[in-house]
């Protein structure tokens, strides 16, 4: 293989391996609970409902 053939085979090896580790890390990165958004998860009934006061 001569090193002209070698500088887009370089090139794009490079550029899957960066995406082959983004999406790796996004994955990880997602699987914490942590970092989930809020509304994603069921409801857990840990919101209070504020309720005005009934006149005695």
Do not use: C, S, W
Request: glycine residues 4%.
């Amino acid at each position: 293989m001569d090193t002209n053939d070698m500088i887009p085979t370089l090139a794009l090896m490079t550029l899957i391996l960066a995406v082959v580790f983004a999406v790796v890390g996004y994955v990880l990165f997602k699987r914490k609970r942590a970092n989930r958004h809020p509304m994603e998860q069921r409801p857990d009934g840990a919101i209070a409902t504020v309720r005005e006061r009934q006149p005695d």
